[in-house]
């Protein structure tokens, strides 16, 4: 069964540093793009960036450069994505996703369960 | 304010029809084929419904139909039912730096 399976929710303070992670399983790892979603609470869906653990090619929405850093470990089929500086603002759900084929720019048909992040003093 | 537009929400009684309206432009659903769906239930992890602007994944009902003309794309869910009831997500590839969009998503509620 192809599955991404993320790490569990986390609780952090403002300014301290995180890294989720997502593992794929079930199909190459290296073949397909991983993308990450963010869904603040109540809100829509923000798509965030997406990398391709193949090469390690990794793309970010504006919105977002700067603010986050995607990363991903072959070896171990596992994408991360991390802060270095946490802020209440960052208190979301966060997925993510796989394409449907080997494009960065499909549909996502595989999610993972998501993680939650909160941020609080 | 999110790339791509829809209503915040729609309403329809079990049986009926409802269409969900995604507006772009030229740069991202107007300009590529790669339009999608998304459904997500509250507390649930988002499922697609609808790729490439008109295909649905395997298991997906054919109650679940989309179409785009010019930079509007649509979702069509025919003989409502209860389940259906859920938030809806379009997507776009987009030519801009940004890669893909999401619109604001809609409220479906199944009177």
């Known amino acids: 069964e192809v599955q991404l399976v993320q790490s569990g929710a986390e609780v952090k303070k403002p300014g301290e540093s995180l890294k989720i992670s997502c593992k794929g399983s079930?199909?190459?790892?290296?073949?397909?793009?991983i993308g990450w979603v963010r869904q603040m609470p109540g809100k829509g869906l923000e798509w965030m960036g997406i990398i391709y653990p193949g090469d390690s090619d990794t793309r970010y929405s504006p919105s977002f450069q700067g603010q986050v850093t995607i990363s991903a470990d072959k070896s171990i089929s596992t994408a991360y994505l991390q802060w270095s500086s946490l802020k209440a603002s960052d208190t979301a759900m966060y997925y993510c996703?796989?394409?449907?084929?080997?494009?960065?720019?499909?549909?996502?048909?595989?999610w993972g369960q998501g993680a939650m992040v909160t941020v609080s003093s | 304010q999110s790339a791509l537009t829809q209503p915040a929400s729609v309403s329809g009684s079990p049986g009926q029809s409802i269409t969900i309206s995604c507006t772009g432009t030229s740069s991202d659903v107007g300009g590529y084929n790669y339009v999608s769906w998304y459904q997500q239930h509250p507390g649930k992890a988002p499922k697609l419904m609808i790729y490439?602007?008109?295909n649905r994944p395997s298991g997906v009902s054919n109650r679940f139909s989309g179409s785009k003309s010019g930079n509007t794309a649509s979702l069509t869910i025919s003989g409502l039912q209860a389940e259906d009831e859920a938030d809806y997500y379009c997507?776009?590839?987009?030519?801009?730096?940004?890669?893909?969009?999401f619109g604001g998503g809609t409220k479906l509620t199944v009177l």
């Open positions: 079930g199909y190459s790892f290296t073949s397909y793009w």
């Open positions: 490439d602007v008109s």
């Open positions: 997507s776009s590839y987009t030519s801009s730096s940004t890669l893909k969009v």
């Open positions: 996703a796989r394409p449907r084929r080997g494009s960065s720019g499909d549909a996502f048909d595989i």
